[in-house]
């Protein structure tokens, strides 16, 4: 992995993506599947429709709801980049290799709560294994510890891109997986009012 700014004090970090929630990463899936989208499953997001008292309700209000997910799904189809903000734990500095290891493993991924029926979304990283460790030269590794003042723990923006969806199953559990790959993780402090690095591929 590159470096892009290391240790960059007062340094702002490139405009806001957008954060998805669990519904618009249901909304990815079944845009990048191509699988039929289950408008009555999709509408048990909306309280209106849950409230609904029979099936001739229901069909009565999914033909106003509708319209509402075709747009949501729209907007969120037009955003090329997406945030999922997490944290990173920095290991010991490995002297041999010049590096800090990261909390980040190969197979990593997040699942998602939502009402919608079936298995719950799920975000994959795909290039995760290119951010495990972070090549930091001694002296600035021992001024980022001074700034941290014994933390361990980085607050990390990860900007990704989806690339498919497909069902499948991680760690014997199923899911609605969106493969995605990691653009660049911005790490700041904890409180992120620091900047402290941006790491690309």
């Known amino acids: 992995m590159s470096l892009l700014v290391a240790l960059g004090i007062g340094v ?3 405009r806001q993506t957008y954060q998805p929630n669990a519904f618009d990463l249901v909304l990815i899936y079944y845009q990048r599947s191509g699988l039929p989208i289950p408008w009555h499953d999709l509408a048990q997001h909306f309280d209106d429709y849950r409230r609904a008292r029979n099936e001739f309700d229901r ?19 037009d955003r ?19 590096a800090f290891p990261l909390s980040i493993t190969p197979l990593m ?14 975000i994959l990283f795909l290039n995760a294994d290119k951010f495990t460790t972070w090549a930091l030269p001694r002296d600035e590794a021992r ?6 003042r014994g933390a361990r723990t980085l607050a990390a ?19 609605r997986i969106i493969d995605v790959e990691i653009v660049k993780i911005a790490l700041s402090t904890p409180d992120k009012r ?8």
Do not use: C
């Open 12 to 14: 702002a970090f490139a």
């Open 59 to 77: 069909q009565e209000m999914l033909s106003k709801i509708k319209p509402i997910i075709e747009r949501e799904m729209q907007l969120v189809a």
């Open 80 to 98: 090329d980049l997406l945030l999922f903000p997490t944290s990173v734990n920095i290991g010991e500095y490995e002297f041999g290799s010049g």
């Open 109 to 122: 991924y997040s699942e998602f709560s939502t009402r919608i029926p079936g298995p719950p979304p799920a």
């Open 143 to 148: 001024q980022l510890l001074a700034t941290l």
């Open 157 to 175: 923006d990860i900007e990704y891109r989806p690339v498919r969806a497909r069902e499948g199953s991680l760690n014997w559990k199923t899911y």
């Open 194 to 201: 620091i900047p402290i690095a941006v790491l690309v591929p």
